[in-house]
Every structure is written in structure tokens, then in C-alpha cells.
């Protein structure tokens, strides 16, 4: 999902899937100089996209910690956002919450057979979220996962539909209830960390039953 971002504009990049970082993380990331990390940034917060804030810890100056503007998170689309908030309003003024609900789990159904397609294939747990990642990072949602000692991590670092889930919900409930039955009846997930919640990223913890 990078490739919608301009070359000049890759910090945007770094700073949205790691979350604020210092000067010297962003450069290293970029693999060029202090120097011409500094320019960039400085380019781009002319442009409202990225600000900077001083962070005290503990003695010593504080340290300056660039993160994403509001506009800048905006350089990361949301799917038809507005035009999807009017339809579910629509729909719940006009047709009620149970005619939403449908819509939502008939989109649900819709995802589930596309994930179970292109996992089906897979004979372990990792196999999965490797296909699920893929699919959802093609989808928009700048997945990604890892492995540690407590199983497995599913990332998702922007959420394409966060407009049209601030309005329902239910939406972000379906996404939880599809991974499960994607990942079956041997893995446990659990989401850990949410976009509607205040975190800066959506995670899911996924770990073989029995080993949590």
C-alpha cells in the first residue's frame, strides 16, 4: 500500500505503521542522513503533515519526537468514506437496525469466503495469517504480522473503513468473529489493541488453544 505515497513523502510511511519516532529512527528507516531526514520532516510539516513535540525522559533535554498530523493520517484513504457513512445512516433511518445488521453480515459472509479461499490451502496456523495478512495488507489495511514467544501478532496499521465503523460498530465486531472462524476452531484470538479505542493501530493476538 505504500506505492500511494510519493518518494518524498516516505516518512509519512514510516511514521504511520511505527508510530511517532525520533529524528535518528526515521532516518535510519529511510536509509539517508540525519541531515536529510531533518529536510524532509521539515518539508512536510510545512505541508500540516507531520508536527513535532518534545518528550522529557528523565535527565537530559528533551527529545523531539515527530508523529502524523490529523491531515496527514489523511493521506491515508478511507474507502469511499462519506458516501458508505450516508448508506448505513440511510439504511438504519430508513429500513431500521435490523435491515443494517443484514447489510453487516452479509458483508461478514462476504469476507469469510474470501479469506477461506485463500487460506484454505494452508495446513498451519502461521500459513494462515501469512495469507490473511496478505489479503487484508492488498485490501488497505497495511497489514502485517510476527511471531514471538506468545504465538503470533496480526497488524493492521490503517483501517480503510474507520470512518463508516465510528458510525457502526458492528462492523469492527463482524472483523473479530470473521478472523476466528478463518483461523478455526484450534486458535484463539483476541483483539488487543483497536483504532476506535484510541490506539494508534488495530492488533490481534492469535495464539494456538491451550497456549496462551
Same mark, same amino acid.
Given at each position: 500500500?505504500?506505492?500511494?505515497?510519493?518518494e518524498n513523502?516516505?516518512?509519512?510511511?514510516?511514521?504511520?505503521?511505527?508510530?511517532? =519516532?525520533?529524528?535518528?529512527v526515521?532516518?535510519?528507516?529511510?536509509n539517508?542522513?540525519?541531515?536529510?531526514?531533518?529536510?524532509?520532516?521539515?518539508?512536510?510539516? @510545512?505541508?500540516?503533515?507531520?508536527?513535532?513535540?518534545? /518528550?522529557?525522559?528523565?535527565?537530559?533535554?528533551?527529545? =523531539?519526537?515527530?508523529?502524523?498530523?490529523?491531515?496527514?493520517? @489523511?493521506?491515508?484513504?478511507? @474507502?469511499?468514506?462519506?458516501?458508505?457513512?450516508?448508506?448505513?445512516?440511510?439504511?438504519? %433511518?430508513t429500513?431500521?437496525?435490523?435491515?443494517?445488521?443484514?447489510?453487516?453480515?452479509n458483508?461478514?459472509?462476504?469476507?469469510?469466503?474470501?479469506?477461506?479461499?485463500?487460506t484454505?490451502?494452508?495446513?498451519?496456523?502461521?500459513?494462515?495469517?501469512?495469507?490473511?495478512?496478505?489479503?487484508?495488507?492488498?485490501?488497505?489495511?497495511?497489514?502485517?504480522?510476527?511471531? %514471538?514467544?506468545?504465538?503470533?501478532?496480526?497488524?493492521?496499521?490503517?483501517?480503510?473503513?474507520? /470512518?463508516?465503523?465510528? /458510525?457502526?460498530?458492528?462492523?469492527?465486531?463482524?472483523?473479530?468473529?470473521?478472523?476466528?472462524?478463518?483461523?478455526?476452531?484450534?486458535?484463539? /484470538?483476541?483483539?488487543? %489493541?483497536?483504532?476506535?479505542?484510541?490506539?494508534?493501530?488495530?492488533?490481534?493476538?492469535?495464539?494456538?488453544?491451550?497456549?496462551?
Amino acid at each position: 500500500m505504500n506505492n500511494i505515497l510519493q518518494e518524498n513523502e516516505r516518512a509519512l510511511w514510516i511514521l504511520k505503521t511505527r508510530g511517532p =519516532q525520533p529524528l535518528t529512527v526515521v532516518a535510519e528507516a529511510l536509509n539517508i542522513t540525519v541531515e536529510g531526514a531533518r529536510f524532509q520532516l521539515l518539508k512536510l510539516s @510545512s505541508e500540516g503533515l507531520v508536527e513535532a513535540s518534545n /518528550v522529557s525522559k528523565g535527565r537530559g533535554r528533551p527529545q =523531539q519526537i515527530w508523529s502524523l498530523t490529523q491531515k496527514g493520517n @489523511s493521506r491515508f484513504p478511507d @474507502s469511499h468514506a462519506e458516501l458508505t457513512v450516508r448508506l448505513i445512516n440511510t439504511i438504519r %433511518d430508513t429500513l431500521g437496525p435490523e435491515a443494517l445488521q443484514a447489510v453487516i453480515n452479509n458483508s461478514k459472509k462476504a469476507g469469510l469466503d474470501k479469506y477461506l479461499q485463500v487460506t484454505g490451502s494452508e495446513s498451519t496456523l502461521e500459513g494462515k495469517i501469512n495469507k490473511l495478512a496478505e489479503t487484508r495488507d492488498a485490501e488497505g489495511y497495511m497489514a502485517t504480522w510476527e511471531k %514471538d514467544e506468545e504465538g503470533y501478532m496480526l497488524i493492521e496499521h490503517h483501517c480503510p473503513i474507520c /470512518v463508516a465503523a465510528e /458510525v457502526c460498530q458492528g462492523f469492527c465486531s463482524a472483523e473479530l468473529e470473521t478472523f476466528r472462524e478463518v483461523m478455526g476452531e484450534g486458535a484463539e /484470538v483476541k483483539r488487543v %489493541d483497536h483504532l476506535l479505542s484510541g490506539a494508534r493501530r488495530c492488533a490481534y493476538r492469535i495464539s494456538p488453544k491451550g497456549e496462551q
